[in-house]
């Protein structure tokens, strides 16, 4: 089962920013989190990870909560095609551990 | 461009018909993985392989079978004993080097019963 939880779904203006949430309150502190987007008929797309510590690149910025229970996805200037569904993952850092997709959130960036 | 590459895109098959995905990587990736998704739901792991001639079940193994005689390539066959194989099949690759590197994917292969 995922160790994650997301909203089903969320809406965003084109242009402003979009905030994604994620509880995870039964985080190892071996664990990551990641975030993928899938977007229609294709496959998941890696947007970013991290351990405690925030961590941007040119697709997004992830924001960890000091006692890493929860975290937030952050698109700065959302556009049309950020339109997907969005999954957050938490793993731990040891092989054999492999990546369960929940459900996650989708979101509609709209016009 | 380095990548993962899934063949054929659509597939479709007979009762009672194996039918073989293919996955290859150039991303000199050790290891290997395949997945299962159904309609609004998320990916579950078939099977993976961590180096080469050496794979292990993930947790919807029963009706699939797969090899992995090169790095490059991980094919997965979906038997006839798959009761219902309808399904968008995944696979991704990643590194093993660094034990936190996340997975890439491919664009997967949809495949129908007729």
């Known amino acids: 089962d995922a160790k994650t939880t997301q909203p089903t779904s969320m809406d965003c203006a084109e242009g402003r920013a979009a905030n994604l949430p994620c509880n995870h309150s039964t985080i190892s502190g071996n664990e990551y989190v990641y975030w993928y987007r899938q977007i229609h008929s294709q496959g998941p797309q890696y947007i970013i990870h991290g351990l405690k510590n925030n961590e941007t690149n040119e697709m997004a910025s992830l924001i960890i909560t000091e006692d890493r229970k929860s975290s937030t996805l952050i698109l700065p200037h959302a556009t049309l095609r950020d339109t997907a569904v969005y999954y957050c993952i938490v793993r731990a850092d040891n092989y054999g551990q492999n990546f369960v997709f929940g459900p996650g959130t989708r979101l509609s960036v709209l016009p | ?114």
Request: hydrophobic share 25%; net charge neutral; glycine share 8%.
């Open chain 2, 1 to 114: 461009d380095g990548g993962i590459t899934q063949s054929p895109k659509y597939l479709f098959r007979k009762e009672g018909q194996n039918v073989t995905l293919s996955c290859e990587q150039n991303l000199n990736h050790d290891a290997m993985y395949w997945y299962r998704q159904d309609p609004g739901q998320g990916l579950r792991l078939i099977y993976y392989s961590q180096i080469v001639n050496d794979f292990q079940k993930g947790d919807i193994a029963e009706g699939y079978s797969v090899s992995r005689e090169k790095k490059e390539s991980f094919p997965l066959t979906v038997t006839s004993a798959q009761k219902n194989p309808t399904a968008f099949y995944l696979c991704a690759s990643s590194t093993t080097g660094l034990r936190n590197q996340p997975q890439h994917f491919g664009d997967g292969t949809r495949l129908s019963i007729l």
